[in-house]
């Protein structure tokens, strides 16, 4: 993952509630961080989306924790879309100390785009392509 080039990042601010009984944030509660890097991720870069019709669903999630992440720490998710098929990107994310840049946990999702109307899922709009590649900074599209 170190050869990804993360342009989105977004500040977390840890909740009493994400730490455990042992002083660290619980591993379950990092998925919500992913979550949250998502959402502003696709804010972002395609703002003209109808979150009403259009959806993304998880189909596909990894993580690996590589070291704690306490209460008192400074962290942010970074996301960044690796890959872009018909239907379906993956996404790499991790969690990072945004005073020593450590990395927290990393994490391997695939998405696919899903039509909320028809409980189906559907190819990836043209717009949602270029804009993620601009903002990405490369063609994403698998190539066949």
Known sequence: MEEIQFN????????????DKFGHVNNTVYFSFYDLGKTEYFASVCPHV???K?????????AD?????????HI???????????????????VIDTE????KC?????????????????PLAKEW?????????RDLRKKK
């Open 54 to 62: 259009d959806g993304i669903v998880v189909v596909h999630i990894e």
């Open 76 to 94: 942010a998710v970074q996301t960044a879309v690796t890959e872009i098929g018909t239907k379906s990107f993956k996404l790499a994310q991790r």
């Open 129 to 137: 392509i270029e804009a993620i590649c601009e903002y990405e900074g």
């Open 8 to 19: 989105h990042t977004l500040p977390i601010q840890l909740r009493f509630n994400d730490v």
């Open 65 to 73: 924790f590589l070291t704690q992440i306490y209460g008192s720490d």
């Open 106 to 122: 990393v994490c391997t999702s695939v998405m696919v785009t899903f039509d909320l109307t028809k409980h189906e899922s559907k």
């Open 100 to 103: 020593t840049q450590e990395v």
């Open 50 to 52: 109808d979150w009403e």
